[in-house]
């Protein structure tokens, strides 16, 4: 990946999974994240709480997102990388998503298909740690709910969820 090649071999593992992936690279955001990567935390979780400017540089395209899908971009935030639309929908309520995701894939955030991602760790990342602690903890609460809910056999993931509401 972009950031693995410009920090060596030998610090690879620092740039971790979420990067070391992406095949498209924007220079300027490569740079900025495998020079703090090099200088500062080891991974890129905690650079991106760490670093609020390099959150909000990441973070950038979902301001001009309406606020609806901002909403539903911050709900997936803390399910992973991977979007289902009928857990972020019992998330949010029962609310419809569908137009919501695909805004956001049109708008570069997400890729779409039957299980919507993240186009990057980066932004999921980004958008996680811009979020409060209280809304961080009730989204955690809403996903471990709408897990339960809808019979995901994840008592590990709905542990965590759980675990983080409370933190």
């Known amino acids: 990946g972009c950031v693995a090649a410009r920090l060596g071999r030998s610090s690879r ?3 971790g999974i979420g990067v070391a992936r992406s ?3 924007n220079p300027l955001l490569v740079r900025l994240v ?8 080891s991974r890129v ?5 760490q670093r609020p400017q390099l959150r909000r540089l990441v973070a950038a395209r979902v301001g001009g997102l309406p606020e609806s899908v901002q909403d539903v971009l911050a709900a997936a935030s803390v399910l992973a990388e991977r979007v289902y639309p ?7 309520g029962g609310a419809s998503v569908s137009d919501a995701l695909l805004q956001a894939e049109r708008a ?6 039957d299980a919507p991602a993240f186009e990057h760790a ?8 811009e979020l409060g602690a209280e809304r961080r903890a009730g989204l955690h609460r809403a996903a471990a709910l709408a897990l339960e809910t809808n019979g995901y056999p994840l008592p590990g993931v709905i542990a965590s969820h759980w675990e983080r509401q409370a933190s």
């Open 13 to 15: 593992s620092r740039a």
């Open 23 to 25: 095949d498209r690279c």
């Open 34 to 41: 495998a020079t703090e990567l090099a200088d500062g935390p």
């Open 45 to 49: 979780d905690e650079l991106m709480a």
């Open 86 to 92: 009928d857990v972020l929908s019992a998330m949010l």
């Open 108 to 113: 570069g955030v997400l890729r779409g298909g």
């Open 122 to 129: 980066l932004v999921r990342d980004a958008i996680y740690a």
